[in-house]
């Protein structure tokens, strides 16, 4: 199923399922955890190694590994040498990776538009408000 198929829609990641991020060292681990098993049917063939590879690229992961927990209709990404050093080297305010998983849940997919019209509709988050002078 194609974006160009008229029977698809593409939705944010975060409309098919959750995440959790752990990390040890220069290594982000990622949790996509589907809401159900036709979720899950989608996951697997849309969010592969490779691609969460490309979506991840800013970062330069060395290597990304998926893992199939299909019993937990779950996957679990390795993604590493990803935190720049992990918590002791980096200098960035987000040494753990927390938010890696949001970041995952941006990705675009593309549904059934059968699919869609029954995921729960979470909105994004609105805009920062502006800075008081």
């Not at 996951?43 to 490779?50: F, M």
């Not at 960035?92 to 997919?109: C, E, I, T």
């Amino acid at each position: 199923m194609s974006a160009q198929d008229p029977q698809s829609v593409v939705v944010p990641l975060y409309r098919l399922a959750h995440s959790r991020t752990g990390d040890k060292g220069n290594t982000s681990n990622i949790s996509l955890i589907a809401w159900d098993g036709e979720c899950y049917a989608i996951l697997r063939h849309a969010v592969t190694g490779e691609r969460v590879a490309q979506w991840f690229g800013d970062r330069a992961p060395t290597r990304v590994t998926r893992y199939d927990l299909p019993g937990l209709e779950a996957m679990n990404f390795v993604l590493e040498n990803v935190l720049d050093g992990g918590v002791n080297d980096a200098l960035n305010l987000d040494a753990h990776g927390k938010s890696l998983s949001f970041h995952l849940l941006d990705m675009p997919v593309s549904v059934p538009a059968a699919l869609a019209a029954r995921l729960p509709d979470i909105p994004a988050l609105p805009p920062d408000p502006p800075a008081q002078a």
